[in-house]
């Protein structure tokens, strides 16, 4: 079994006239935790969108697990092992945390069973509120839900949208450990615009600007890279 998890060759998106990804090649290997950055309208969001299915790219290549996923529904491609999360958090408010676990089961192949549920909602620190409506919980407990909601899948490669966006300071502190936990448990790419959790979190970071590839490589690195910092950093608190 080849240990890169994740392939994409040549990936390209254009929205009419506009060229939202350009030739996007982009490896990502079993354990590894890979960043993606850039500003806002640089692509990130199209590239995680075409690869868990939600948008058809024009062109290119997308393998998972030694499988050619471009083109798959997005249910396909989440039972295959690969599984995402949204900027704006998705939980369904109305229904209790337990019952939006029961939402994730339905038709998950791989799913746990109730002892693995409870013992990552222990983990998550979420256990407590199974019975608690979703929509009545902060929006750092939300987040937590909708990793659990997720992770009872038993996912292989998990994409992360933004996972600390509009959390407190203290919050991102919590966020950063259970990330830094569940990086553990399964791969992981993370879009970031806040570079603590860049930092702290990847091995390998990728920087995207008006849909083609900057830079590429260690965090370090890159984050010091003088065209990464003239381009991208010197616009954010980094």
Excluded at 18 to 42: C, F, H, T, W, Y
Excluded at 93 to 113: K, Q, S
Aim: aromatic share 4%; with cysteine.
């Amino acid at each position: 079994m080849t240990d890169i998890l994740l392939e994409a060759r040549g990936v390209s998106k254009r929205f009419g006239g506009v060229i939202a990804l350009k030739g996007i090649d982009l490896v990502q290997r079993r354990g590894e935790a890979l960043g993606m950055i850039g500003p806002n309208g640089s692509g990130k969001t199209t590239f995680v969108n075409l690869i868990s299915g939600h948008l058809k790219g024009n062109s290119g290549s997308i393998c998972f697990d030694g499988q050619a996923i471009a083109g798959k529904h997005p249910y396909q491609i989440a039972q295959a092992g690969l599984t995402r999360t949204y900027q704006a958090v998705r939980v369904f408010g109305e229904l209790t945390v337990r019952e939006n676990i029961m939402t994730a089961l339905v038709d998950a192949p791989h799913a746990l069973g109730q002892h693995g549920v409870g013992e990552l909602a222990d983990w998550l620190r979420i256990g407590h509120r199974f019975d608690a409506r979703a929509g009545s919980l902060t929006l750092l407990e939300q987040r937590q839900v909708e990793l659990l909601m997720r992770l009872v899948q038993q996912p292989k490669l998990m994409m992360l949208d933004e996972p600390v966006g509009g959390l407190s300071s203290v919050e991102v502190r919590t966020m950063i450990a259970i990330l830094a936990e569940l990086k553990q448990r399964c791969t992981i790419f993370v879009i970031e615009h806040t570079m603590k959790v860049i930092r702290e979190l990847a091995d390998k970071v990728v920087v995207l600007l008006a849909g083609e590839k900057l830079a590429e490589g260690r965090p370090a690195d890159v984050l010091a890279d003088q065209r990464v910092i003239d381009r991208y950093l010197g616009n954010i608190d980094a």
